[in-house]
């Protein structure tokens, strides 16, 4: 209950003056700054270190080796497989039969040898292989603009041993040459893409080939 | 026991010079450390995601401006109402855009992205890609993300020594820096949906994601930063909110585990579509309730502070003891107060005399409990909306 015999004027004190907030204790500074926000800032720089800097050292020092072994098959999200080659290395990717518990493979496998990389992507698409080639073609060039690589050559016809009919095309960039190969399966559309060293030559080597010619659809499209 | 005016004034000052209510925020402090270490890791967020989004526009600028577009009319949303339920003892506007900013960009881009991928690359180098699928996700992110958020907070108490002071403003500019982590993270998932159909049917590809985003964030980001960030205020402890150190580390745990749930419910689920389901309810429900428990474990400390501050007032009889009652209460007090009215037109008063109280609890934070010209006027507006009187301006 307060005190009738104190009423009046609310506040009647000035307030206590505070200085400015750039304001820093003539005790408080090192270098010109307030000692007091060093230790917090440099902890969150120790704190960003390790995540942007030494977290991707170990990981790149870090070696990896999943080698293809003959026999194995690469699984896709849609049931796509493709059979990598012996003695290649598995960069991601799933072996068929090996998904993970909830079922859903990922959308895309990549394997190397050497400077030479392989990679197979899926995604639902309505159209036939040649309207698939042409929208990769479209949305690599908007994402390169001009830079990287691109497409050159006219689409050939391209046959799988299922007899499933594909589409494909070289592409070419400042320091890799390749190929791109293009199906459909029902509603959902397969990207194929092998790339190495221009120096590699031209022509596709046999085993990018047998690997495409591996790709297909086993059983139907779980949803 | 008798109080007197002199030691309810007493007792404003120090509330006010507690909490830091009311005072200016000045982002601009070239003295500060954290200013520097604030702009350089924000600076390099800022170029990373606006390169990407420059590069990937060209493909899928389609998706990106309906994404961009969706996502700010929900961050609009989450903005007032976080800001609804800061209406005790205020922070800056100005501190949770800073907040915001530091969200979306140093936590994604410059600090949790980089982690992450190195982290799950090693752990599918480890323990093979099958298990870094299954597991990788939620024993990253819960990690590497909520460190990257949480340290924001470090730097804006730095930044801002005299706002921040309560573990409830911790769990206000957590919220917000959970706010702009969540938006900028929705709109890179939805870049990267536009692109799974090769290019094609972009808006079909990403909006399964933004709306299956939005309805998830419900209880993701936000939520997660708003606990973990009022637990570093108990872990390190704060003039206004004294250490206890195993409380901050609980809260600083309980959203790592959370986060951790959430990102491998689809393993712990297997193949089952209902279990799944029921997983992802019953973690979001969990998640809420504990956010609710949070939220009023810390807010009761800010309730005082309205308390502290009005007290005069009710004291002078510019505000009542009920309305006093109703403004340092939760809201089914303040609830309570406006249902007590007998007609609707006393219960839209009341309302209103509540509002102009809160105001003129600001006003008096903004100068420092003085009795200067503003407040001067915002007692005079509680004294006219309760006398039913219309404004002359």
């Known amino acids: ?223 | 026991m008798t109080t007197t005016l002199t030691e309810l004034d007493r007792a404003r000052d120090v509330a006010l010079d507690l909490s830091g209510w009311g005072r200016r925020f000045v982002f601009y402090q070239p003295r500060n450390f954290a200013f520097w270490g604030y702009l350089a890791l924000v600076g390099i967020g800022v170029l990373t995601f606006f390169s990407t989004l420059a590069r990937e526009y060209n493909a899928y600028g389609e998706a990106i401006g309906r994404a961009v577009t969706s996502f700010a009319i929900y961050a609009a949303l989450f903005w007032w109402f976080t800001d609804r339920i800061d209406h005790y003892a205020k922070l800056p506007h100005k501190l949770m855009v800073v907040a915001f900013v530091w969200g979306g960009f140093a936590a994604t881009g410059t600090m949790a992205a980089n982690a992450n991928d190195a982290i799950l690359a090693m752990y599918g180098k480890t323990f093979g890609q099958v298990w870094a699928l299954n597991w990788g996700a939620g024993l990253a992110a819960p990690f590497t993300e909520e460190l990257a958020k949480g340290s924001g907070l470090l730097l804006l108490i730095a930044l801002a020594q005299r706002h921040v002071r309560t573990a409830f403003d911790g769990f206000i500019l957590g919220a917000f820096i959970g706010l702009g982590f969540q938006i900028v993270e929705d709109i890179t998932y939805a870049m990267t949906s536009a692109g799974t159909q090769f290019g094609a049917n972009q808006i079909g590809a990403s909006v399964g994601t933004i709306i299956l985003r939005m309805l998830t964030g419900v209880a993701a980001h936000i939520l997660y930063s708003a606990i973990f960030c009022a637990g570093v205020v108990y872990l390190f402890g704060r003039p206004a909110e004294p250490r206890k150190i195993g409380r901050g580390l609980l809260l600083i745990a309980i959203p790592m585990l959370l986060h951790g749930t959430w990102d491998s419910v689809a393993a712990i689920a297997g193949q089952n579509a209902l279990t799944l389901i029921g997983l992802l309810i019953g973690t979001i429900v969990v998640a809420l309730i504990i956010v609710a428990r949070v939220y009023k474990l810390t807010v009761a400390r800010e309730r005082d502070f309205v308390r502290d501050v009005m007290a005069p007032e009710q004291a002078r009889n510019v505000i009542s003891r009920i309305e006093l009652d109703a403004m340092a209460g939760n809201r089914k007090a303040r609830k309570a107060y406006r249902k007590a009215g007998r007609n609707r037109q006393e219960r839209k008063r009341a309302r209103y005399v509540l509002n102009a109280g809160y105001a003129l609890a600001d006003e008096l934070a903004a100068a420092r409990g003085a009795d200067t010209d503003r407040v001067r006027f915002a007692r005079s507006e509680v004294a006219r909306i309760r006398a039913g009187l219309p404004s002359p301006w």
């Open chain 1, 1 to 223: 209950m307060p005190d009738p015999g104190a009423e009046g004027s609310s506040a009647a004190l000035a307030p206590r003056f505070e200085p400015d907030e750039g304001w820093v204790p003539a005790d408080e500074r090192r270098f010109g700054l307030d000692r007091r926000t060093l230790r917090p800032t440099l902890a969150v720089f120790v704190l960003v270190f390790i995540m942007s800097v030494v977290l991707p050292v170990i990981n790149a020092t870090v070696p990896y080796h999943d080698i293809v072994r003959a026999g194995d098959v690469l699984e896709l999200e849609g049931n796509v497989t493709f059979v990598p080659e012996a003695g290649w290395g598995i960069t991601s990717g799933l072996r068929e039969g090996h998904g993970p518990i909830s079922g859903q493979y990922p959308a895309a496998a990549t394997i190397e040898d050497g400077a030479l990389k392989f990679t197979v992507r899926t995604g639902p698409f309505h159209g036939d292989a040649g309207q698939l080639l042409d929208q990769i073609e479209a949305t690599t060039d908007a994402l390169n603009q001009g830079r990287g690589v691109h497409i050159t050559g006219a689409p050939a016809t391209i046959v799988t041993a299922a007899g499933k009919e594909g589409t494909t095309v070289r592409v070419t960039g400042p320091h890799t040459a390749g190929l791109i190969a293009a199906f459909v399966f029902g509603d959902r559309g397969v990207k194929a893409v092998a790339t190495g060293p221009t120096g590699a030559g031209a022509e596709p080597s046999a085993a990018v080939l047998r690997m495409i010619g591996s790709i297909s659809q086993s059983g139907p499209e779980k949803r």
